[in-house]
C-alpha cells in the first residue's frame, strides 16, 4: 500500500494535470484526499488542477474558433448537445463559464459551443481563468476538509466492494437520465 502512495506522490501531480485538462473533478478530490493524509501537496494540487483546467477550455476555444471544420465533424453526433450549450449560453451569458466547471459533461462542450460564436477571446480568457480559480479552490479545499470522511468511505467500499458498482451505475445513470432529457426534443 505504501507502494502506492509512493507512485501516486511521484506520478500523481502529472496525472492531476493530464486529468485536469479535460475535467478534473475526481483527480483533484483524490490528489486533495492524499494531501489530507500528507502523501501530497495541497496548494500545489490546486495550482496544477487550475492551469490545466484554463488550458484545457482555451484549447476547446481555439479548435473551435479556428478548426471548425475539424471540431464539426467531430461534433456531428452531438448537434443537440451543442445546441443545447448555445441556449444555456443565451439564457446565462457569461456566468455560464462559470457553471460549466460544475456540471459533468459541459466541461468540454461550452468552451466549444462559445468558441463558434463571436465571443471575444479575452473576455473567455479571463473569464475561463476566474472561474477555474473558483472551481479549483472550492472542489480542492472541500475535498481537503472532508477527506475524513472520504478515507472513511473509501475503506467502507473496500470492506464491502459489492457497493462501488452500485454507486457507479446509480451516478452514471442519473447523469444520463438528466443529459438525455435535457437534450431531448420538445414536442
Sequence with gaps: MEDTFTNLATYGYIGLF????????????????????GKMD????IFIAFIANTLGAMLLFYMARYQKTMMMEGL???????????????KYGSWIILLQKFIYGAKTIIPIAIGLTKYEFKKFALLNAASAAVWA?????????SGDFLVKLAESVGQKPWIAPLILIAV?????????????RKK
Excluded at 137 to 145: A, D, Q, R, W
Excluded at 172 to 184: D, N, P, R, V
Design 18 to 37: 493530464l486529468y485536469s485538462l479535460g475535467g478534473g473533478f475526481m483527480a483533484l478530490i483524490g490528489a486533495a484526499v492524499l494531501s489530507y493524509m
Design 42 to 45: 495541497l496548494s500545489l494540487s
Design 76 to 90: 456531428r453526433k452531438h448537434r443537440r448537445k451543442l445546441a443545447f450549450s448555445h441556449i444555456m449560453i443565451k
Design 137 to 145: 479552490l472550492s472542489i480542492g479545499i472541500g475535498s481537503y476538509y
Design 172 to 184: 452514471g445513470s442519473s447523469l444520463w437520465f438528466y443529459a438525455t432529457h435535457a437534450t431531448k
